[in-house]
């Protein structure tokens, strides 16, 4: 059997296990551009071309690398309905917390629009208004702009439901109070705030009315299914996102009946970079709506980690709480007294480790896996136990284990 791993793959055999493939239906794929030009012709809300002004300044929030949306296609599918000079328009790259991305980075994402972006810096934000009393900080360029713009991918995200949408905008682009608010651990315990949930959800619901205040103005948004892109929805954020969140359920959903011992969980590039993104895999398994282990099983996902830990001030956090922790159990109890933004995903991981363990195989730095809680292995193999049932999940981020 293969699972993604970075930019290539890993193969692996367990024939005295019993194994079944967990396959979502994938839906059918669309070319990305043909799509965002089609989804900006027919938007949810008023159309583009009616938003802008000539005279605008605009400032277009795109994805980091963390995330694989075709943001050099959206953009320019953008400048397409703009009726603005070039020099009008600044692209901002909505890191969060996570590091900047390299000149390199920013050609390959974004081809010739590269010269127009500015890595976004949590430091260099203004108050544009409060969220239940909590201030809505964003990057100045964004927040001196007459037009906001944002692209986006609508993906399985472990609080907000699905990204895309407004979050490009509030936490992409935006500071540390409102990151520190909905990743507390308050708002993460509520009731609704869950994998592939937008309905009742109040982390969604607060990035939402975050973006009331802050944009996008209209966004566009694509999601993507284990064979590629399922298709793109642009206008008003919270409808985009509403559009692409069933399109992607009806595609990633997979009903689970059994229990197993062993899940193998894919990741794979982008975010197998770092042990910040790859955590992703087992928590997506673990703490969705269908956990598919047995007591006593075990999560395995390979992931080459490049990067370490991550590079970010979020992943340095999240490294800094895992590694200083004695147990998965105390290290819970005392995030849920509070933490930084960025340490929210050690508070997830230490959530599920409670209850499971995970190895992480075939990665560039297994010392650096053994000290933040969890089992490093060189193999698949080697990681799950013979005789085990074992769930195999070829896209962990965007398959969505249901009852």
Known sequence: MELPLGEGTVEFDLPDCNVTLAD?????????????????????????????????????????????????????????????????????????????????????????????????????????????????DIHRTVADADLVLSTGMVEPHQYAGFSGGAKTVVVGAGGESLIRYTHGPEMLSRDGVRLGRIEENPFRETLDRAGDLAGP??????????????????????????????????????????????????VGAPKDANLYQTTRGATYVLLGDRNPLRTGGRVVVPAELAEGAGQGTGEQRFFDRLSGATSAESLYEELREGYEPGAQRAFVVARALREHDVYVTNSRCPELVEECLLHASESVEDAVEPGSDVLVVRDALNTLLTR
């Open 24 to 136: 979502p239906p994938g839906g059918e794929t669309v070319d990305p551009r043909s799509a965002a030009e089609a989804a900006v012709a027919d938007p949810h809300g008023p159309a583009l071309d009616d938003v802008a002004d000539a005279t605008d300044s605009v400032a277009i929030v795109v994805t980091d690398v963390t995330r694989a949306t075709p943001d050099d296609v959206l953009v320019d599918v953008l400048f397409d309905h703009l009726p603005v000079a070039r020099e009008q328009v600044t692209v901002v790259v909505g890191l969060g917390l996570h590091r900047p991305m390299t000149d390199a980075e920013l050609r390959d994402g974004l081809g010739e629009h590269a010269d127009l972006a500015v890595n976004h810096d949590p430091e260099e934000t203004v108050e544009v208004g409060t969220v239940d009393g909590c201030p809505v």
């Open 217 to 266: 103005d209209f966004c566009l948004n694509v999601t993507k299914g284990p064979s590629g892109f399922l298709g793109a929805s642009a206008g008003t954020p919270r409808a985009v996102v509403t559009d692409l969140a069933e399109t992607a359920k009806a595609a990633l959903s997979v009903p689970v009946e059994a229990e197993y011992d062993a899940v193998v969980a894919g």
